[in-house]
């Protein structure tokens, strides 16, 4: 089970990260989504409050879609090419792509040309796509069932999945980190086995970035690279 508790370590680290100052805690290796850069971290009084409340209408969309996302990866009437095609259009609806790559790139987001913003948000939406795609489909699940949320404050929710399958009957548990209200929600983060996909990709991206004299454009086409792998598998 996901444990509530090690939010609020890894949400400082998140603050910190978009200063330019991540702290990798000791558990977190990879993590997903957008919205993040835009949002502050609750004061220790409101996590406190919030720390068992729940949020209906956040888990109402990502019941919906988790299970959506299922249907479109088992979809044996289709081909494999339109399995995928299907999972990147729905993702594509689903996350708020320009935060996201605005926080995945951290501090070169302000430094880099309207041209290096463009051609990474290309190549970064290409290759994260792939990323979720994998890290979804790889546990063969048949099955996404809600099992609470914990809201940070209004409209910033994690909301806590369990995906099962007959590989695995036991299941895991993904975490969605989703902001909005109402009938209007995005996702910005996801976590799978502790891990949160976008707060290390910030990590990774800025140090790739950081050895190579803060060439923006090593990393694009390293995400070029890596994303027409990730095609052939």
């Known amino acids: 089970m996901v444990n509530f508790a ?13 200063s330019g100052r991540f702290v990798m805690p000791a558990l977190v290796v990879v993590a997903a989504v957008s919205g993040i850069v835009a949002t502050a ?27 959506h996302v299922l249907s479109v990866l ?4 289709t081909s494999i090419e339109q399995r995928h095609q299907a999972f990147r259009t729905l993702i594509g609806e689903l996350v708020d792509w320009p935060h996201l790559t605005r926080f995945v790139l951290g501090k070169y987001a302000r430094t880099a040309t309207p041209d290096q913003l463009a051609r990474f948000t290309a190549a970064y939406r290409t290759y994260a796509e792939g990323v979720y795609q994998h890290r979804i489909d790889d546990y063969r699940a048949n099955k996404a069932v809600v099992t609470g949320s914990q809201m940070r404050k209004p409209g910033d929710v994690i909301v806590i999945t369990s995906f099962t399958g007959a590989q695995d009957p036991q299941g895991v548990d993904l975490a969605w980190r989703v902001l909005g209200g109402g009938n209007s929600w995005k996702m910005v983060d996801v976590q799978v086995k502790g891990v949160w996909l976008a ?11 950081d050895n190579h004299g ?3 454009d090593v990393l694009i086409n390293q995400l070029i690279a ?8």
């Open 6 to 18: 090690s939010f609020g370590i890894q949400w400082r680290n998140l603050r910190a990260g978009v």
């Open 41 to 67: 971290v609750p004061t220790p009084a409101l996590a406190q409050a919030g720390a068992h409340a729940r949020d209906p209408q956040a888990e109402a969309f990502i019941d919906a879609n988790a299970r």
């Open 74 to 77: 088992n979809d044996r009437h």
């Open 199 to 209: 707060i290390t990709q910030q990590q990774d991206f800025i140090s790739t970035i």
């Open 214 to 216: 803060g060439n923006v």
């Open 226 to 233: 890596d994303a027409a792998k990730q095609q052939q598998r």
